[in-house]
């Protein structure tokens, strides 16, 4: 008990302290920096855009097309500029961290960027169009890189050639834990990667050993969690929620077929996969950032909102039938 109300106390602090909204000094002094950077076009216009995007989101990054393409291709209309915004900070740690083939949702509806990088490649690309190296501006919130012409909206990725598996056994991943990797490495990543109060549940609800096949943590940003935690009752049931008992990188999940679920560790909870313009999505919410963090013990993958239980989830039953026993003996409320 002692151990939940420091828990419930820090997320508490943690959320007083953290705002909601990008702050509109952020955008303008971006836009500054891009026109001294020699993004002219891409800085006026971020201004114009301000108040009606980005201000909508607590955090994003840009990505700028230089002056060139402005004059080649002439004012973007502003479907294509919302194709050129993530609502999500994204570092060169993080970048370096996707899988190719992973689908970063844009603030165009139904619309993504698809990482083309590959494990040979020095630089960084989406849509096979190339980052320019470091963030032209960086605050923590809102980031800005360049490249060196719009991406295309109709872009195709054929990087991948998996057919889809309806089987989401731990046994078919055939992946065992190493007890030796600590859960705080997984902390230490999500902590500075926009997930702190996950972080907080993380460290405080696992202890000692889990099973062979190790979990996966669906982890909401932060600003969602503060939207959608609003009671003290919530607390463990929003964890077990976002937990599955058993390793599921991120080349993993994209193999299963739509309509696949996955038993969490909250009795009668399900996690159904399916996907929308290349997106996967978990009981309607989009994945953000695809293995935000692994190793032998825990995968880390970063979801767009809270999984909410819906109301008839009383009367919800886990389909075991996917699961061996020894998956089974995963969903004891009592590990957490």
Same mark, same amino acid.
């Given at each position: ?19 909601g909204?990008?702050? #509109?000094? *952020?955008i $303008? ?8 950077a020699?993004?002219?076009?891409m800085?006026?216009?971020?201004e @114009? ?14 990505f ?22 993530v ?16 689908? =970063? ?5 139904g619309?993504?960027l ?27 919130v809102? =980031?800005? $890189? ?24 731990c046994?078919? @991943?055939?992946?065992?834990?190493n ?6 490495? *997984?902390?230490?990543?999500l902590?500075?990667?926009? $997930?702190?109060a996950? *972080? ?10 889990? #099973? ?6 669906? *982890?909401?940003a932060?600003?969602?969690? @503060? ?7 919530? $607390? ?5 929620r976002? !937990?599955? /008992? ?16 996955? /038993?969490?560790?909250?009795?009668g909870?399900? @996690?159904?996969?399916t996907r ?5 999505i ?20 970063g !979801? ?5 239980? /819906?109301e008839?989830?009383?009367?919800? !039953? ?14 004891? /409320?009592?590990?957490?």
């Open positions: 008990m002692a151990s939940f109300l420091f828990l419930v106390s820090s997320l508490f602090i943690f959320f007083f302290s953290f705002t909204a990008l702050p #509109s000094e *952020a $303008y002094d971006a836009a500054d920096i891009l026109t001294d020699g993004y002219v076009s800085s006026l216009t971020l @114009i855009i301000a108040e009606s995007i980005l201000e909508q989101s607590p955090s994003a990054t840009v700028a097309p230089s002056d060139s393409a402005f004059k080649k291709s002439g004012q973007p209309s502003l479907d294509l500029l919302r194709f050129h915004l609502m999500l900070p994204l570092p060169l740690s993080s970048f370096r961290r996707l899988p190719a083939g992973a689908k =970063l949702p844009t603030m165009l509806p619309q993504s698809t990482v083309t990088t590959s494990t040979s490649d020095h630089d960084i690309s989406l849509n096979n169009i190339k980052i320019t190296g470091l963030p032209i501006y960086d605050d923590g809102l =980031l800005v $890189y360049g490249i060196d012409r719009f991406f295309d909206p109709s872009f195709q990725y054929t990087g991948s050639n998996q057919r889809p598996n309806s089987n989401p056994s046994a078919a @991943i055939n992946r065992t834990v007890s030796s990797e600590s859960f705080d490495q *997984a902390i230490q990543t902590k500075t990667s926009g $997930y702190s996950m *972080a907080s549940f993380l460290g405080m609800q696992l202890s000692g050993d889990i #099973s062979q096949n190790g979990i996966t943590v669906f *982890a909401p932060d600003e969602n969690v @503060i939207n959608r935690l609003g009671v003290l009752e919530d $607390y463990p049931s929003f964890f077990r976002h !937990v599955v /008992p058993c390793k599921f990188l991120w080349n993993d999940l994209v193999d299963f077929v739509d309509g696949t679920e996955l /038993p969490t560790f909250l009795e909870f399900t @996690i159904n996969i929308s313009g290349g997106v996967l978990f009981n309607g919410v989009p994945v953000y950032f695809p293995d935000v963090f692994f190793n032998g013990r825990v995968v880390v993958h !979801v767009s909102d809270v999984l909410t239980v /819906p008839d989830a009383t009367s919800a !039953v886990v389909d075991a039938d996917s699961f061996s026993d020894e998956d089974q003996n995963l969903f004891d /409320p009592g590990e957490f």
